[in-house]
């Protein structure tokens, strides 16, 4: 939902990186189902793979910003190919927004979602970002706040000009859309 809104707001003056008139397709693979599908890209079997880039976004998931990174993620990481790229959210995908855009996210979790009594507390932007990742979960907020935040995105653009898209997700996009 949110990956297409990305795109268009890294270049507001073209549509350089347009999915949609790409013809790039995002498809939500559950996050641990990654592997079946990314042998679509890089079987051993060159003859088998669909000669096309596909990026391959999914959290770290480690414990803390100095943690080791999952195996699952590691997993992710050996899938790389040269048709399939890897990009891992430190933490969490939540948690890279939180970082770039931490008092936008605030704003629209009290205001849109009407959570205006909660309190996004921490002594630095780290813990900050993991006390509203906690407040998402609590709620079950997530998909409704990804909602939200696509529209606001879409519809206000001051915020589209101020709202930083996180690097990993700005690699991923450039390169599926990179013209050879």
């Given at each position: 939902m949110l990956l297409p809104v990305f795109a268009s707001i890294m270049d507001l003056t073209t549509d350089k990186y347009n999915l949609d008139k790409s013809g790039i397709e995002v498809i939500n693979i559950g996050g641990v189902a990654f592997e079946p599908f990314a042998k679509l890209f890089n079987n051993q079997d060159v003859s088998k793979n669909l000669n096309i880039r596909c990026a391959l976004i999914t959290d770290d998931d480690r414990a803390g910003e100095q943690g080791n990174i999952c195996s699952r993620a590691e997993k992710a990481i050996n899938l790389e190919s040269d048709n399939l790229l890897v990009k891992l959210a430190q933490i969490t995908f939540?948690?890279?927004?939180?970082?770039?855009?931490?008092?936008t996210l605030i704003d629209i979790y009290k205001k849109d979602l009407n959570h205006i009594q909660t309190e996004i507390i921490g002594e630095?932007?780290?813990?900050?970002?993991?006390?509203?990742?906690?407040?998402?979960?609590?709620?079950?907020?997530?998909?409704?706040?990804?909602q939200a935040l696509s529209v606001k995105l879409k519809e206000d653009d001051e915020l589209r000009r101020s709202f930083k898209v996180p690097e990993y997700i700005q690699e991923a996009i450039k390169w599926v859309t990179k013209i050879d």
């Open positions: 939540e948690y890279e927004l939180f970082l770039k855009n931490g008092d630095n932007i780290h813990e900050k970002a993991i006390c509203f990742i906690e407040k998402l979960k609590q709620n079950k907020d997530k998909g409704e706040f990804s």
